[in-house]
């Protein structure tokens, strides 16, 4: 008995995480990359905006992922920095896992 009272509260706080992700990532991250990752919006009619489900980004470290939406590593068309625009690392942290689960979905 115990055991599935335990179990029912964590997966309610599991799916609140990921609700929580899917948020921030409407907010901050689908006006350019689209709600499904597929980069296709009107912002990408002025600039190029990547697949976040494609194989380059799938083939970045989390690392990668992390400094490129935190600081715009490796950038040229617009530079994130979202770690200076109201993230916090852990936000960040949380957005690279979300998109990880945007190239899971496709294949
Ligand atoms: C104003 C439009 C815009 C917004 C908002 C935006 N992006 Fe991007 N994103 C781009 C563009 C354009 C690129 C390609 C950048 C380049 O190569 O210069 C990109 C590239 C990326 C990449 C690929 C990294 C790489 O180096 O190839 C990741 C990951 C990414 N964005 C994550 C995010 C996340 C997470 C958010 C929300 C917190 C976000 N982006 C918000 C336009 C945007």
Redesign the pocket.
Known sequence: MVKIIVLVAFGTLLSGVATAQNGL?SE??A???AADGSGHTT?ATK????D?RSK??KQ?SDDD?YA??AQGK?????P?A?LHTG?TEQQIRD?VRY?RTLSTNQN
Not at 47 to 50: H, S
Not at 74 to 78: A, E, I, T, V
């Open positions: 990532y901050k991250c006006r350019c990359h912002a600039m190029t905006v990547p976040l380059q980004v970045m992922l490129a939406t490796g950038h040229k068309s617009y994130h979202f993230l957005l998109i």
